[in-house]
């Protein structure tokens, strides 16, 4: 890397409940990237979800509750850091426009929005990471997240991240800035709506011959990956995260896993 | 029109079904969105247009009231009528009332969504008024009885096949053989059943894109030309249109129609832009002789002011439908009533309300691609959000999701509790899922599982894990 702020920065990984809760994988490669990035990362115990899914459903009272645990578990850290552009994206936009009518707790959401960023934006734009040390052997092709990409800004930095890791060659799909049809709950309250979304999607991603699927939020990725797995194509799916850390070696998104793992 | 957007689930299960429209809702999403990028990156300073054309709207909307009035004096003072409706009925009334001091038998009418909106063609042909759609889209679906499936492309949902077959069925006087397999075949035919109907129409109805405050003029975009035969050619024109249509000035005007056109179908300029202004003067060739504008309310000024306020800067462009994942997948008249996609997500609800038309906000993924191409940059994602807020709070919410729901956010926001009750559950289902690595299945998971496997979860919580000092190394060389 060829520059990073003068104090060894300290990061709090918000996780994300998906990464918690089904692939954790992520969270190791994340703090690794972090890590080797020459920050300082801690994992507070204190958290679980940032409350997207009750704010998107209109439940705006439940989610300020779960707005504020976060920010209290967070606010002391230089910068707050999601391998995902969706929780980042409600950390930063939407955590202020819950506290709206509440002078307080608004000034305490728009400081820590302020702090708060998706993982690869954050390695690029804040750490300036250059020469990641990683390979990976493959043909992989990239879907560009919703929030991460409207919200947060998220184009150009993991395609500059995987530019370093050798041995990757990158095929971009025509549709790659379109939804998957997951949406949170979308896509179990209309399924057969997510479903021709998530066809239009898997359709894109085999027209471009990769042999495997990245991308930055982890929603997206268990989507795309099982309505590929249903339609039986063996294209890997990932989070970047683990692609940039060297961290390919355990199973890939709904690959059986062997016995002796955690 | 009646609604069915209560019926939204079946309606848009009907259109998944269809193939016919699988494929040309396929190809709208082929062109429109190319075409619009491609004339966006011709002109260097669409940005910033976008800005002005959405802070000449954000100002009509904060001085409605004086744009109005201003803009009723400029049509009293070139010999034109105002007429002020509040609601479609009053505007359904007022409209035969002056077909009928009109002596009219026939009313050719150009493309409105406020006519739509009215249901006026229902109303005019119950009354024994024969209405005569001219734009080609909108005569195609009057000839088969169906309302329109985008604002501006309001046939979009049929092929050229089914639109001949509609014309070998409704143009019976023609010969039977005809050939009609080219979309010019189609238009020539459309056209020489029009022409006469053209030269027989006592009363033209119209909508507007805009009205113009300091002219009293309104402006009207075709790429047919069928507008200005339909005001230009009866003795009578009506123009229909909402409130919030009104802009201070032509400048303000051209400025909207450098954005509507690039936003709608990816031109520089829509083919035909007229501004008209009261009746024929008598220095004029020709023109209708009476000019009237109905000016509909229609729970507009509710909006004004509140969370749904920013949604009157509409200017119909149809550019958050074209872009839209879920439009794309079920088409316009899954929706249920006469506007659809994003924008009618938004504006339905609160035109015939939320009972009613409750689906539609939570056909969502809120994936923001609206906001993004929405020339007048409409916040649509947030006000479709706004909705559920409204329905969540009305206790609106599906009872089975909201319990979910909120049992989660109670959990969620007491971490302790979300590592003891989340986590065992996470470990069984990932002991369950190690030698599948998904799920194909899974009870009360009908939902994901019905198009898409489940990948199965890894095991262990990442937290407790890390704070465990657990640290897998990188991959084996
Ligand atoms: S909401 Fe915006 S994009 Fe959609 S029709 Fe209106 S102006 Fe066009």
């Known amino acids: 890397m060829s520059e990073t702020p003068a104090r060894q920065p300290s990061i709090g990984l918000f996780a994300t409940c998906l990464v918690d809760l089904t692939r954790p994988s992520v969270g190791f490669a994340a703090a690794k990237l972090l890590e080797d990035a020459g920050c300082k990362v801690s994992v507070p115990g204190q958290q679980s979800c940032c409350g997207q899914p009750a704010y998107n459903s209109g439940d705006a009272a439940d989610a300020r509750a779960i707005a504020q645990t976060v920010i209290r578990v967070f606010e002391g850290f230089d910068y707050v850091v999601a391998p995902s552009g969706s929780c980042a994206g409600m950390i930063r936009h939407h955590y202020p426009a819950l506290f709206e009518n509440d002078a307080k707790w608004l000034a305490r959401a728009r400081a820590l929005a302020d702090k708060t960023h998706e993982l690869t934006s954050f390695l690029v734009d804040v750490m300036k990471v250059d020469g990641l040390e990683a390979d990976y052997d493959g043909v992989v092709t990239y879907h560009d997240s919703c929030s991460g990409l409207r919200e947060m800004g998220v184009r150009d930095q993991p395609r500059a991240l995987l530019g370093q890791v050798s041995g990757v060659a990158l095929k971009e799909g025509e549709e790659r800035e379109a939804c998957c049809g997951f949406g949170g709950l979308f896509c179990v309250k209309y399924p057969d709506i997510s479903g021709r979304m998530v066809d239009a999607k898997v359709d894109d991603i085999l027209a471009t011959g990769a042999d495997t699927l990245l991308a930055g939020d982890l929603g997206c990725l268990m989507n795309i990956a099982g309505r590929l797995q249903r339609r039986g194509s063996d294209v890997r799916v990932r989070h970047v995260a683990e692609v940039l850390a060297n961290m390919t070696d355990g199973p890939s998104l709904g690959e059986p896993g062997d016995e002796s793992k955690k | 029109m009646k609604s069915t957007a209560a019926n939204f689930e079946d309606n848009a299960e009907k259109a998944l079904a269809d193939d016919k429209l699988k494929a040309a809702l396929s190809k709208l999403s082929e062109g429109f969105p190319a075409k619009r990028r491609e004339a966006a990156d011709r002109l260097p300073e669409f940005e910033s247009l976008r800005d002005q054309a959405r802070d000449i709207k954000s100002h009509v909307l904060a001085n409605l009231d004086f744009y109005l009035e201003q803009f009723e004096a400029r049509v009293v003072e070139s010999g034109g009528t105002v007429h002020w409706c509040r609601t479609a009925a009053e505007a359904r009334t007022t409209i035969l009332r002056i077909c009928r001091n009109a002596g009219a038998k026939t009313v050719t009418k150009s493309k409105s969504m406020i006519g739509e909106e009215i249901a006026i063609n229902e109303h005019l042909e119950h009354h024994g008024v024969e209405p005569v759609e001219t734009d080609l889209g909108e005569y195609i679906i009057q000839l088969r009885h169906e309302p329109p499936s985008h604002i501006i492309a309001p046939a979009i949902h049929l092929s050229k096949e089914q639109v001949a077959d509609t014309f070998r069925k409704s143009h019976p006087h023609l010969a039977p053989e005809r050939a009609l397999e080219e979309p010019r075949a189609l238009l020539e035919e459309a056209r020489s059943e029009l022409r006469q109907k053209f030269l027989a129409a006592d009363v033209g109805l119209t909508g507007a894109n805009m009205l113009i405050a300091e002219t009293g003029s309104i402006a009207l975009v075709t790429n047919e030309g069928n507008a200005d035969l339909t005001y230009s050619l ?30 709608a179908t990816g031109q520089d300029m829509s083919v035909y832009n007229t501004f008209c202004t009261g009746p024929k003067r008598a220095q004029d060739l020709d023109g209708p002789e009476d000019f009237h504008i109905v000016l509909l309310d229609n729970g507009r ?17 149809g550019a958050c439908l074209n872009h839209c994942p879920v439009y794309k997948s079920i088409g316009g008249h899954a929706y249920g009533w006469v506007y659809s996609g994003p924008m009618g997500a938004v504006l339905i609800p609160n035109l015939i309300g939320l009972d009613e038309a409750g689906h539609l906000p939570n056909a969502s993924t809120l994936c923001g691609k609206c906001e993004d191409v929405c020339p007048m940059r409409i916040p649509l994602p947030r006000m479709l959000r706004s909705w559920r807020t409204q329905q969540f709070e009305a206790g609106k919410t599906a009872p089975l999701s909201r319990s979910l729901l909120r049992a989660w956010a109670f959990v969620t926001a007491r971490p302790w509790l979300y590592r003891i009750m989340v986590a065992p559950a996470v470990s069984a289902l990932a002991a369950l899922g190690r030698k599948g690595g998904r799920f194909r299945r899974l009870p009360l998971a009908g939902g994901w599982t019905k198009h898409r496997d489940l990948p199965a979860p890894e095991g262990g919580t990442f937290v407790s894990r890390w704070n465990r000092g657990e640290r897998p190394g990188e991959k084996k060389p």
């Open chain 2, 301 to 317: 000024s509710k909006m004004l002011g509140g969370e749904f306020h920013d949604m009157l800067r509409c200017i119909r462009c």
């Open chain 2, 234 to 263: 009866p003795k009578t024109h009506i123009a229909i249109a909402s409130l919030e249509k009104i802009v201070p000035t032509l400048e303000d005007a051209t400025t909207i129609l450098r954005v509507l056109a690039r936003s």
